[in-house]
């Protein structure tokens, strides 16, 4: 009864929160302590920026995996923007929703959700899959733009533990990631669910709110249980809301990772503060050092990390960036008739990320019955076998001054950079170096030719080991090569019939 009742109190709730937010700004902000547990912080970026955004666990740990999972794969068309376009009119998923259910009037996105039951969802077997995939961390999307939380959310009236499934996904998952030993991510987008269009008729279906709106759907339904799904609030009422949730997945699952979706723009400045106040706050009495994500300028570079989406970077980067990646080619969520990206592909767009000074987060797109297609599965277990064998060369690594060389050519991507989908080769060679210095690791994106490879950027004259080369071996076999590092040669010898990685073969330069 409480969680039916609670979105009818909101209002009054969403006034108590404004005047908790401007009490808890004219806090004065301290100097950050020498060690987590110690430190204060107050919805100002002054005081916020002095958290150290991006904490060494999170950039020796490389990558990351979460799912693109909820009642949008029910219908498992078009993409996990199914929820919007079924209201736009023209659209493909338009014209398939009359034709599959009927008319948008009378089968709206809500009725997909007690179809959403998850029968085959096992949180073990999801956790132990990123695991061997090689991945450090990994979560859920805790709430996409269609307002269903897949958390047990006593705010949020439409969540996965009350409705659908009836279990609490981000719970699950989240114990099965920490018995693992693993971090845990969960992200959000639901930036976009408040209704900013209904005022404006010619612009119903505006890129500012995530659904359509119109009175003769859903979209625009004034039932008090329906409006928060399609985000049909008053702006008062639904800033706090936006807040509360984040605020109640940080205190029931102590994330690690909170990563954000475009559009967060969209968010009042002051809930942005206090949002970041509160999560650095939490997480500091806990001990524990987290990490914010954010894409374009949503978010201060000094209190979050940069994400690039389906993309990477052209160049090193001084600050740990990251990048979210597809497996698939059609969408982020499962639809029938998917297709999957190459194995080597995924591997070698992943090692230029790492080379950079980056960070991947991958996708997985469950069924709707929580089941992984198996062609998911091959891409993952190829990465973690590749990693299982030449891990040394990519976690816990640091970038050099110089990611490397070759032939492959960058490609822009609409989100900034350069895509994920270039086509390496062993001609294309990526750095990486421990963090002790005492190894640098030179990274053939394929199998090499046999012959004399000279190792452009470390050369006396660029940047050279810091200290003289000692041996240098190809990395999961004992096989030592020929080689000279000094003011006139920089280079190493391939032998013939050495059996080379095909995806990407690992060669050693140890330091003494």
Known sequence: MYKILLPLFLPLLGLLFLYGCAEASSATAVNRASSPGTETY???????????????????????????????????????????????????????????????????????????????????EWAQLMQDAGARWGGPVAQHHDGFAMWDSELNPWNAADMGPKRDITGELTAALRKRDMKVITSFHHARNLQRNAADREHWDGWSSHYPYNPAYATGSEDPKLRWLYGNVPEKEWYPYWLGQLEEVIDQYNPDIIWFDVWLNLIPEQYRKEFVAYYFNHATARNQEVVIAHKK????????????????????????????????????????GQTYKDPALVLRNFIDVVSKNGVVLLNISPRADG???????????????????????????????????GNAKSKENRFGGQTAT?????????????????????????????????????????????????????????????FAFDVHDNYIVIPAGVPFNEIATVVKLEME
């Open 422 to 482: 270039i086509e390496y080769s062993a001609s294309d060679v990526r750095y990486t170096e421990s963090k002790d210095h005492k190894a640098i690791y030179a990274i053939f994106l394929g199998a090499p030719e046999p012959g004399e490879v000279e190792l452009d950027g470390l050369g006396a004259i660029d940047f050279p080991p810091k200290t003289p080369v000692k041996r240098v071996t190809v990395l999961g076999t004992d096989t030592e090569l020929e």
């Open 297 to 336: 300028d949503d978010l201060p570079i000094e209190v979050s990390v940069l994400d690039i989406e389906q993309g990477g970077k052209t160049d090193v980067s001084e600050r740990v960036w990251l990048t979210d990646i597809t497996l698939s080619n059609k969408s982020w969520s499962y639809v029938e």
């Open 371 to 405: 089941s992984i297609p198996q062609e998911q599965k091959d891409v993952l277990h190829t990465m973690g076998d590749w990693l299982k064998k030449y891990g040394e060369a990519i976690y816990d690594t640091r970038p050099r001054s110089k990611y490397g060389f």
């Open 42 to 124: 107050t919805a100002d970026w002054e005081s916020l920026e002095k958290y150290n955004e991006s904490p060494d666990w999170f950039a020796d740990s490389k990558l990351g995996i979460y799912a693109h999972w909820g009642p949008y794969n029910v219908p498992a068309f078009g993409s996990e923007w199914y929820p919007r376009n079924m209201y736009v009119e023209g659209s493909k998923e338009f014209e398939h929703h009359k034709r599959t259910y009927g008319d948008q009037s009378e089968f709206g996105y809500h009725d997909f959700i007690p179809r959403f039951t998850a029968e085959n969802f096992d949180a073990e």
